[in-house]
């Protein structure tokens, strides 16, 4: 059964319409980034590194990456703990009570950001948590977990009990049995979950936007500049942020791909 | 064992102490904050449905609510009418090809959100890449204005941002349809026409359905993007929720708002699941 070459034409086209759509804004100030803007417009004329130059003067920026990658850092290692322990506990039996968990964690997932936020906002207000590096933290952890958990579940679904078993009959402990037998199992899951946490919390901004004292974080701090106006320098930014991502993905892609997709590539 | 005893013990009480504290408890105190009410900058923790009452008598905030609602619908119409087209090819391709477009089309979701609104904001402008192609091409001779700074805008460029939300459940339902019955129907002597219509598009309704349901939910809450392109006229009732713990300073009213901002969610989520596929849970 052939399909009409007109039909095949027209899909054809409106894939190139929605990649160029998705991938317009990302390539635009990546490109723009090598060249002078004055006034507003672009100078074709000579490609430079100026607005890389900049870069390296402008602290504020400097800062906020710092910032970024302590939030992201410590709430992948948070969201990695806490959802490793959550998954074995909710793996290890049904309960009413494990279920319960399970859509306590998956709310701030299906939930728009901004009321993950505010409610964060108001809640560290009243137990009189002071807005700062901790409250992003606990922000962005709460945010990741519900993916964290469920690429760990998913994995450990996937061993099956009888390894535990023998595990336990063969007379190891339950650290041993953890140590040796399941984290072994559950490195590459892990680490794609981790690359990916991290890559949320690098770019997360409406709940960071709300629960930030006076701290900046990199999309925070891009939002103020371009609230304020254009600097060039943000085009540089711009370029360096969407290549760290794009390292970042392929490795996450690489650890979470399932074995069959990668087998068609072979 | 007695240690072990003890870490386990340890450990079961984190997994459910940490998520009931941070976000158990922050979205019942949420709840119940909608329900305080403010004096001039004083905080008044006594229940009162005052907040509620404001939102249905005040003229200005079902107005606001409404216009976001038809926002977002059309965000999720424009998002399917795309993405529709672009599942059902990808979908017609085979092994590696297929999966690489995929991979392709998903990637953008993870690059910084800020930058892609705001290179979209500078392509749409009155000065803008769009308007000065339009007038080197010699179609028009003024910058067009209607998607510059007001709820068009916000339209265009939540559909942009939300466009692979679309693509991916409407792919997976197109791919659950068995291959047998599309051979089924060419052998019965449907046309390709009388195929898709009467078989690949009733089957892959369902992902249409929880594609909608899911850009419908991420725009609605979205409040940054009609900040950034809407203007003074783009309002959305996320702009007016995340106002009153800004300048406005009402934290009880605004959080009256987003408790109905929620219930409108669970209204999206409970259709999507009840009549939508297999729930993608991507992000």
């Known amino acids: 059964m052939k399909r009409h070459p007109l039909a095949t034409l027209l899909l054809t086209l409106v894939t190139v319409v929605v990649f160029v759509l998705l991938y317009g804004p990302i390539f635009i100030p990546i490109v723009t980034s090598f060249f002078t803007v004055k006034y507003g417009a672009v100078d074709w004329s000579q490609a430079n590194l100026d607005a890389y130059a900049k870069l390296t003067e402008n602290e504020g920026v400097i800062e906020a990456v710092e910032n970024t990658l302590i939030v992201g850092l410590s709430a992948v290692a948070a969201s990695l703990i806490l959802g490793t322990v959550i998954a074995l506990h909710c793996n290890s039996g049904k309960s009413r009570a494990r279920s319960l968990l399970q859509f306590i964690v998956f709310m701030p997932f299906l939930m728009p950001p901004i009321i993950t936020g505010l409610s964060l906002l108001i809640f560290f207000r009243e137990v009189e948590i002071d807005r700062s590096m901790l409250t992003i933290i606990i922000g962005h952890t709460v945010f990741v977990l519900a993916l964290v958990y469920r690429t760990i579940l998913v994995r450990l679904q996937g061993i099956g009990f009888s390894m535990i078993e023998a595990s336990y009959d063969l007379g190891a402990s339950a650290p041993q049995t953890f140590f040796y037998v399941l984290l072994p199992n559950l490195k590459s899951a892990l680490i794609g979950a981790g690359v990916l946490a991290f890559a949320l919390s690098f770019d997360e901004t409406m709940i960071t936007i709300l629960v930030t004292g006076t701290q900046n974080t990199l999309p925070i701090r891009l939002w103020a500049m371009m609230r304020l106006g254009f600097t060039p320098d943000i085009n540089a930014l711009v370029a360096i942020i969407l290549a760290l991502t794009t390292v970042l993905v392929l490795v996450a892609a690489r650890y979470l791909i399932p074995k069959e997709f990668a087998g068609a590539e072979a | ?283």
């Open chain 2, 1 to 283: 064992m007695t240690a072990d005893r003890i870490w386990h013990r340890l450990a079961v009480t984190a997994a459910y102490g940490l998520p009931v504290f941070f976000i158990l408890l922050p979205l019942c105190g949420f709840l119940l904050y909608s329900l305080f009410w403010v004096q001039g900058t004083e905080l008044h923790y006594d229940l009162t449905l005052v907040n509620y009452r404001r939102f249905f008598t005040e003229e200005i905030y079902i107005p606001v609510l409404r216009q976001t609602i038809v926002l977002c619908l059309e965000v999720a119409m424009l998002c399917i009418g795309f993405g529709y087209p672009v599942a059902y090819f990808l979908s017609s391709l085979k092994g590696r090809k297929k999966y690489t477009l995929l991979m392709l089309l998903l990637v953008p979701l993870l690059m910084s959100y800020i930058i892609k609104m705001y290179a979209i904001r500078s392509i749409l402008g009155g000065n803008g890449f769009l308007n000065r192609t339009l007038i080197a091409l010699g179609l028009i001779d003024q910058p067009l204005t209607f998607f510059v700074f007001n709820l068009n805008a916000v339209l265009l460029t939540l559909s942009v941002l939300l466009l692979p939300f679309a693509i991916l459940p409407i792919f997976l339902s197109l791919e659950r349809i068995p291959k047998n019955l599309l051979e089924a129907s060419a052998d019965l002597g449907g046309s390709n026409r009388q195929t898709f219509f009467r078989v690949i598009l009733p089957l892959s309704l369902p992902g249409v359905i929880s594609a909608a349901a899911f850009v419908f939910v991420l725009a609605i809450g979205d409040f940054l993007t009609p900040q950034m392109v809407g203007g003074q006229s783009g309002f959305t009732f996320g702009r007016v929720i995340y106002s009153q713990f800004g300048t406005a300073f009402n934290w009880p009213f605004g959080a009256a708002l987003s408790v109905i901002l929620v219930a409108l969610v669970i209204v999206a989520i409970a259709v999507g699941t009840r009549f939508g596929g297999e729930r993608a849970r991507v992000r």
